[in-house]
């Protein structure tokens, strides 16, 4: 009787769901959108996150275009043109909330478990555009300091953050993703080598693996030529306390 009652529950939440997509975000070409309204996003990321975030219900959102926008142009099918109006990509700013920041994350989580495109595709084939996170590459900076930032709170619960850092992985996994890759980038380069306790430690990576030795000292170079001291306790603090915070909280979410 229970999972009967907890499968109606669930069918009744993916309709209100479906309810909401069709009044704020999937609109029919010839009615006025809406005005995007925050706290919409944030009504159903705290419904989602009381439900524990069941596959069903977030299948039922990504399937309702919540965060992006597909487009089939004419030379498809006149009568299946559309144009729907993204959600959640479009509207993030720097003063998006946290269940907005987390809502993008969640999304595209259940996007890579469906082997569904992340970023944005264009299948020339059929004339057929899906367009996630390219209709506006420039905020994804924003988005992804805020991610990594987010991973250091430790008020957020324990599937919160194991949600951000779902991201964070399929993001280390689509490297050939321009804009993807030149956020990352940072966090992989030699120069955070800086950051280890000593040089005594350092000598014992560059004993293991001489070539990263060449490597690091045209880092160096690199860095001085730019004026930029680079082994200076106080140089690339913030980035170093950052990638510790960030590596600290990998680890405490995936015990």
């Not at 704020?24 to 990321?45: G, R």
């Not at 969640?106 to 478990?113: D, E, F, Q, R």
């Not at 293991?208 to 690091?216: A, C, D, G, T, Y």
């Not at 170079?221 to 082994?231: P, S």
């Amino acid at each position: 009787m229970q999972t009967s009652s907890a499968d109606a529950n669930g069918e009744e939440f993916a309709d209100k769901l479906i309810t909401l997509a069709k009044k704020h975000w999937l609109i029919e070409e010839k009615k006025k959108k809406p005005k995007f309204n925050a706290k919409v996003v944030d009504q159903i990321f705290q419904n989602l996150n009381e439900r524990s975030f069941p596959l069903n219900e977030l299948l039922t959102l990504e399937q309702c275009m919540y965060l992006e926008k597909y487009v089939f142009p004419v030379l498809l099918c006149p009568t299946i043109l559309s144009d729907c109006a993204s959600y959640l990509w479009p509207n993030f700013s720097k003063s998006s909330s946290d269940p907005h920041v987390l809502s993008i994350a969640l999304i595209t989580t259940v996007k890579a478990h469906e082997n569904l495109p992340l970023w944005g595709m264009r299948c020339s084939m059929v004339l057929l555009i899906i367009d996630g996170f390219t209709s506006n590459v420039n905020l994804f900076p924003e988005y992804f300091r805020r991610v990594l930032a987010m991973t250091s709170v430790t008020s957020l619960s324990f599937i919160a953050r194991r949600l951000l850092l779902a991201f964070v992985v399929h993001a280390f996994q689509s490297l050939d993703v321009a804009f993807v890759k030149k956020e990352l980038a940072p966090l992989a380069q030699i120069h955070i080598w800086a950051g280890l306790c000593s040089e005594e430690r350092r000598n014992e990576e560059f004993e293991r693996h001489p070539p990263l030795r060449k490597i690091w000292k045209g880092s160096l170079k690199r860095y001085e030529a730019a004026g930029i001291a680079l082994l200076t306790p106080n140089a690339n603090m913030e980035m170093n306390k950052q990638r510790r915070s960030f590596d600290s909280n990998v680890r405490g979410c995936t015990v």
